[in-house]
């Protein structure tokens, strides 16, 4: 008897539909199990490790970048399920902070426009949001004072950080060689001085209070350009005459998240010590020399003028490590004796640089 082949025919192809209705499915699952568990989903703790399994559990042809954006959403309306989370960050929308905030929280959130730095951290004292994002520092521009004015007059502690390639765009309504004035925010101006001067010699650079309220003007007429974001053309219906025009590639600002409970050591993480020094000769090497004993390496060091007090400074120090590290928390014992204030801002997981 001739022996029986197998079957040449496949198994039938799921439809899109059937596919799509499964995928629902699990995503309320998801949701279902998430919202039940008692961890805090805001925690960045927690989202670095649903990101190792995704890159563990993908095989393509998706990209990483591309999952994240898609469970940061599910994330995101997790949190809502459970309670509406509540963000502060300045203002107004499509604003930079704006952008770090929805990539840190989700579009889900809450998010809440105020119009100054001050603003952010009182939203956050006074318990109207329950996170606030504050940009700290520029790699061209350097210290964002404000923010650092804030921690030094009541600070709040730092939970995480949303490092962001800035990117800024020359946008408008009308043709590169009709611009009469380009606007923006002066520190936007600032990171885009030398391509303007270059391409668009004979424009005056006119101020605004935000990115986007420069994309607002822009809308208006076709002789005037805004330096903004993508975001804020699309939002406003603005052609992108040239895009990225920074004149450091890699502009870089990085924003800290105030508020929320500390995260737990992760072993890649980063602290923020703020603290006072008697204004005497060597106060700051001594100081300084605490970290290097305990082998501990400094990531970022500023010193800033003492709110209402002249001649005397704070000094802002991030270094690699975890309050709950034996290392730091000597170093932490050392260091206070030989100071006149010291508060640690907070600890938390490193972060990647936002695209």
């Known amino acids: 008897m001739a022996k029986r082949r197998p079957s040449s025919t ?9 596919i799509d209705r499964q995928i ?4 309320n699952v998801r949701a279902s199990h998430a919202k039940a568990e008692s961890t805090d989903l805001a925690d960045p703790q927690s989202w670095q490790t649903l990101q190792r399994r995704l890159a563990r559990a993908n095989n393509g042809p998706l990209t990483e970048e591309t999952l994240d954006r898609v469970f940061r959403e599910l994330q995101s309306g997790i ?12 203002g ?6 704006h952008l770090a905030a929805i990539h840190r929280f ?12 001050p603003a952010v951290f009182e939203e956050v004292r006074t318990g109207n949001c329950d996170f606030g994002l504050v940009p700290l520092d520029n790699s061209t521009d350097g210290r964002i004072a404000d923010t650092l004015d804030s921690f030094a007059r009541r600070s709040a502690p730092i939970s995480g950080e949303v490092p962001m390639r800035i990117h800024h765009h020359l946008l408008g ?9 380009v606007c923006s925010k002066p520190q936007a101006i600032s990171q885009c001085r030398q391509w303007l001067a270059r391409h668009l010699p004979t424009a005056t650079l006119e101020e605004t209070a935000s990115t986007t309220a420069a994309a607002e003007r822009a809308a208006a007429s076709a002789d005037i350009a805004a330096v903004a974001s993508r975001e804020a053309g699309k939002h406003y219906g603005l052609k992108t005459l040239a895009a990225n025009i920074e004149d450091h590639p890699d502009n870089l600002t990085r924003f800290a998240v105030i508020g929320g409970n500390a995260p737990s050591p992760t072993g890649q993480d980063k602290m923020t010590v703020m603290f006072e020094l008697s204004h005497q000769p060597g106060a700051l090497a001594t100081a300084i020399g605490v970290f290097r004993r305990y082998e501990l390496n400094l990531t970022w060091v500023e010193s800033f003028p003492m709110p209402d007090t002249p001649n005397e400074y704070l000094f802002f120090v991030e270094l690699e490590g975890h309050l709950e590290d034996p290392q730091v928390q000597q170093a932490i014992r050392s260091l206070k004796p030989k100071t006149n204030r010291l508060e640690v801002l907070g600890s938390y997981p490193r972060s990647p640089v936002l695209e």
Do not use: C, F
């Open 106 to 117: 989700g579009l889900s959130a809450v998010l809440v426009p105020v119009q100054a730095i």
């Open 10 to 18: 496949s198994p039938p192809k799921q439809s899109l539909a059937e």
């Open 24 to 27: 629902v499915a699990l995503l």
């Open 92 to 97: 107004p929308p499509y604003s930079y902070s």
């Open 173 to 181: 309504i009308g043709r590169r060689d009709e611009i009469r004035i």
């Open 79 to 90: 949190r809502q399920l459970r309670r509406p989370v509540h963000v502060a960050y300045l």
